[in-house]
């Protein structure tokens, strides 16, 4: 089976990593073998993963492919737009500047603070007694 042109791009958002594969189609978005709408169910989600094409004016010319995994629904959805950015500038480098300009293309830092010992969780401290 030989197939057009694909190009990849991994993204990363919290402990979610997701594969992303695009190949030029109508707009079909499949994750996790499952249909789009069906993976992320709240419109916010969907949203947020589609902006790339939004930003570029790209929407409905790909095909997308996803595999995602870790992390929850929020993780997930940011780790797919930043996956969906990846492969769009590696499909064509002249929209760097639009997706650079909304931020795209970088990597969220933000992670969960770790828990720390004598404490029941990252901050919270046990309640003090004087006696």
Do not use: W
Request: contains cysteine; proline residues 6%.
């Amino acid at each position: 089976m030989s197939q057009s042109v694909q190009f990849l791009g991994t993204g990363r958002r919290k402990t979610a990593v997701a594969r992303v594969r695009i190949i030029p189609g109508n707009g079909n978005i499949l994750v996790n073998n499952r249909p789009f709408e069906v993976y992320f169910p709240v419109e916010s989600l969907r949203l947020t993963v589609t902006q790339p094409f939004a930003a570029t004016s790209t929407t409905g010319k790909y095909d997308v492919k996803i595999s995602v995994a870790g992390g929850g629904p929020n993780g997930q959805a940011g780790a797919c737009r930043h996956g969906i950015a990846r492969a769009l500038l590696a499909s064509d480098t002249t929209l760097r500047p639009l997706l650079k300009a909304d931020k795209l293309l970088t990597r969220d830092p933000r992670m969960r603070e770790r828990k720390k010992y004598g404490q029941p969780g990252a901050r919270k401290r046990f309640q003090f007694s004087k006696r």
